[in-house]
C-alpha cells in the first residue's frame, strides 16, 4: 500500500455536487428564498411552505414559477424590473442650468453656496441643492469642464504642484488649521542696513498664536532659507506641521529637503491668476453674510455713525 499519493474520483458521490460547487455567492434575500424551495421539495406542500416562512401565496408562487434549479441567480432580485417606468425629469429651465454652467467654469473653486448668491443677485430664483444637483447632472454627462485640480479633489486625491518637487505640494484649501503650529507661514523681505547693503529677512508667522520667527541672510538662496527653520525652533513655541511659502526659488531644492527631514509638511500657494481678482468685487464671503468686500464696505459706509451720549 502507497501512502502519500493522490486519489482521483470519477463522477460525483452527492448528486449535484458538480452544480453546487459553480454556485456564485448568494445574496441574503436569495439564500432565504433557496431555503422555501428546498422546504418546498422536501414536503411538496404549498400550503405548509406558506405557513412555515410566513408567506403569502402570491410571494411564494411567483419565486416558485421563477424558481430554476440549475441557475439559482433566478432567485435574486429583478433590479432592473424595479426601475420605475415613468423617470422624474429634472425642472431646471435651460436658462439657469447654462448659466450655472458658465459660472462653474468661470470659477471652478466656487461651490453651490457662492453660485447660489451670485445667482440671486442676477434675478434667478433657485436653491443651493438645486445648483448641486444641476452641476452633477452635467459632471455626470460630461458637459461641464473642470481643471485637473478640481476634479482630482472631488476625487479625493493629493494633487502635487505642477513642478515635479519632492516633497512640497500645492496648497491644501481644505486643510484645517485649529492649534497652534498647523500653520506657519513664511515670507522674505529685502531689506538695507545703514551702510545700504542688501539683507534677506526671512520671517515666519503662526497663523494661530501670531508668533513670529525671523532670521537674515546675505543671499537668498534655499541653502540661507534654512536659517528660518532653526529660529522657528529656537522661537516657536509649539512644533510645526504645515509650513506655506509661496514660489520662490529660495523655499526649493535643499530648504525642501530640509522640511522633509524634519517631517513638516510644506505647502506652496498657487501662483497668483487673472481670476483672483474678484475677491473683492465678485466673490461672496460667508463671514460677510454672502456679501463681496466691496459690497460690505458699502453696507456699513452708508450707516449714520452712532451718537454719544
Not at 428546498?38 to 424558481?67: G, I, M, Q
Not at 504645515?242 to 530640509?258: C, L, N, P, R, Y
Request: charged share 30%; proline share 6%.
Amino acid at each position: 500500500m502507497k501512502y502519500g499519493t493522490s486519489m482521483q474520483t470519477y463522477g460525483t458521490v452527492v448528486p449535484g455536487s458538480g452544480r453546487i460547487r459553480n454556485i456564485k455567492t448568494l445574496s441574503k434575500p436569495a439564500k432565504q428564498r433557496l431555503k422555501w424551495m428546498d422546504h418546498y421539495r422536501k414536503h411538496n406542500n404549498a400550503r405548509l411552505t406558506c405557513r412555515h416562512f410566513d408567506l403569502s401565496p402570491d410571494v411564494f408562487y411567483r419565486w416558485k414559477n421563477r424558481y430554476n434549479p440549475y441557475d439559482l441567480s433566478t432567485l435574486e432580485d429583478d433590479t432592473a424590473g424595479r426601475k420605475p417606468k415613468q423617470v422624474r425629469t429634472p425642472e431646471t429651465s435651460p436658462e439657469l442650468t447654462g448659466r450655472i454652467k458658465a459660472l462653474r467654469e468661470k470659477y471652478p473653486r466656487w461651490g453651490k453656496k457662492k453660485l447660489h448668491a451670485i445667482l440671486e443677485k442676477e434675478g434667478f430664483r433657485t436653491s443651493e441643492s438645486t445648483i448641486g444637483r444641476t452641476l452633477n447632472r452635467l459632471r455626470q454627462s460630461g458637459r461641464l469642464e473642470e481643471p485637473a485640480v478640481v476634479t482630482a479633489r472631488l476625487a479625493g486625491k493629493k494633487r502635487r504642484s505642477v513642478s515635479k518637487r519632492p516633497h512640497a505640494e500645492r496648497r491644501d484649501w481644505e486643510y484645517g488649521v485649529e492649534n497652534p503650529g498647523d500653520l506657519v507661514q513664511l515670507d522674505t523681505l529685502h531689506i538695507y542696513t545703514e551702510d545700504r547693503e542688501k539683507r534677506y529677512q526671512f520671517t515666519a508667522e503662526d497663523y494661530i498664536s501670531k508668533h513670529i520667527a525671523r532670521a537674515a541672510a546675505s543671499r537668498i538662496t534655499s541653502s540661507a532659507a534654512c536659517r528660518i527653520l532653526d529660529a522657528i525652533e529656537r522661537q516657536m513655541p509649539s512644533p510645526v506641521n504645515v509650513i506655506q511659502v509661496d514660489g520662490g526659488s529660495e523655499w526649493m531644492q535643499v530648504f525642501e529637503k530640509a522640511c522633509a527631514q524634519a517631517g513638516i509638511r510644506l505647502m506652496v500657494l498657487p501662483p497668483k491668476r487673472e481670476q483672483d481678482n474678484t475677491y473683492n468685487s465678485v466673490r461672496p464671503h460667508e463671514a460677510l453674510g454672502m456679501l463681496t468686500p466691496e459690497e460690505y464696505h458699502e453696507s456699513i459706509s452708508n450707516k449714520p455713525a452712532p451718537m454719544c451720549t
